[in-house]
Structure formats: structure tokens, C-alpha cells
């Protein structure tokens, strides 16, 4: 709210929200809370980086061969923030039907690092394993889920090359790249 306040702040027009790895989660979930990519007339880009879990708008889940099913061996696998079946109280406010209009009409662009392919740091449980075995399939497996059931989709996702787990994504010529494009 203080940063889209226009007589504090005048000239600032675009908001660059981002996290990396658990706070790529947090911006992943936080863009499904914004219609339009902005708030009071500010602009909002939301940049998620190395994530390793993501919000499906409905129940099902993409299967290794490229098929949707709906999951019955994992009855908490689609609750918030896997899925909008038990929303938090947050969640329950904004709703679970604005925040998948939200989520979906929302530009989010999708960072990630080539070599994030460790699994010893990856959260466990069958709500992650349709996703997965590290964070870079995740992320592929995700594309392939969201061109599949929603092709109109506004998410982009870049592959960065040559890195790992790591913060240095930022400092990708890539990235660097993409914020240009935003300021």
C-alpha cells in the first residue's frame, strides 16, 4: 500500500515482487491474491525462482505420460498451497474462485536454474511427489501441466543455464535481462 501510494511515491509505476527457492513459493502463492497484475494502479511482475512446489487451480495432476488425473492415494494433496481445497484464513477471504481467476490472468515468469537437480533438500509427502523428483523436473512438469490444462495461460518459464540451487540466478544474464525489460 506504501509503495502505490502515488504522492509519496509519484513516479514509481512497476513493482518487482520475487523470492527464491521457499520464497519463490510465497510470490508463487502471493500472485494468485492480485487481479491484473497490479494494485492501486501500480504494476506488479511476479518473478518465481528455483520453486520446488506450485499451485494447481484444480485437482488434477499431470502424469508422467502427459495425462491428467485426479489423485486417490493422497487425500491432502490438493489443499492450499498445492491446491484450493482447504484455504487458509487469508485465502478464505480473498476466495477460492478470485484467486484462481487471479492466478491464471496473472503474468508470472518462472526462473529456473538447469542444474537444480538435488533431491536431499526437497520437501517430502505424496502432495509433492506428482510433482517431481527435484526441483528442475518440478518446474518442467509444472510448464507441461499449466500448457496442458490451461493453454491460454500467462505464465512464462525460462531455463537458466549452467547453475544450481543458488541465488546467483539473479546475477544470470538472464535475469538481469528480464529486469531490464520490466524498468
Request: overall charge negative; aromatic content about 14%; some cysteine.
Amino acid at each position: 500500500s506504501k509503495l502505490s501510494d502515488k504522492i509519496q511515491f509519484p513516479q514509481l509505476t512497476d513493482i518487482l515482487v520475487t523470492g527464491h527457492s521457499s520464497g519463490a513459493a510465497f510470490i508463487h502463492m502471493y500472485s494468485s491474491t492480485k487481479n491484473n497484475n497490479s494494485y492501486n494502479n501500480t504494476n506488479l511482475h511476479f518473478s518465481v525462482v528455483n520453486n520446488q512446489y506450485f499451485v494447481h487451480p484444480d485437482s488434477t495432476r499431470l502424469q508422467a505420460n502427459g495425462s491428467l488425473i485426479v489423485p486417490q492415494n493422497c487425500a491432502v494433496y490438493n489443499n492450499w498451497p498445492y491446491g484450493y481445497d482447504a484455504l487458509s484464513p487469508f485465502m478464505e477471504i480473498i476466495g477460492k474462485e478470485n484467486s484462481k481467476n487471479n492466478f491464471l490472468s496473472n503474468k508470472v515468469d518462472y526462473f529456473i536454474a538447469e542444474l537444480d537437480t538435488e533431491t536431499g533438500d526437497i520437501s517430502s509427502g505424496c502432495q509433492y511427489e506428482f510433482l517431481g523428483n527435484n526441483r528442475y523436473e518440478k518446474n518442467m512438469n509444472y510448464k507441461m501441466f499449466m500448457d496442458i490444462a490451461y493453454p491460454n495461460h500467462q505464465h512464462g518459464f525460462t531455463t537458466i543455464p549452467n547453475l544450481g540451487h543458488t541465488t546467483n540466478t539473479y546475477s544470470s544474464a538472464i535475469f538481469i535481462e528480464y529486469i531490464g525489460s520490466i524498468f
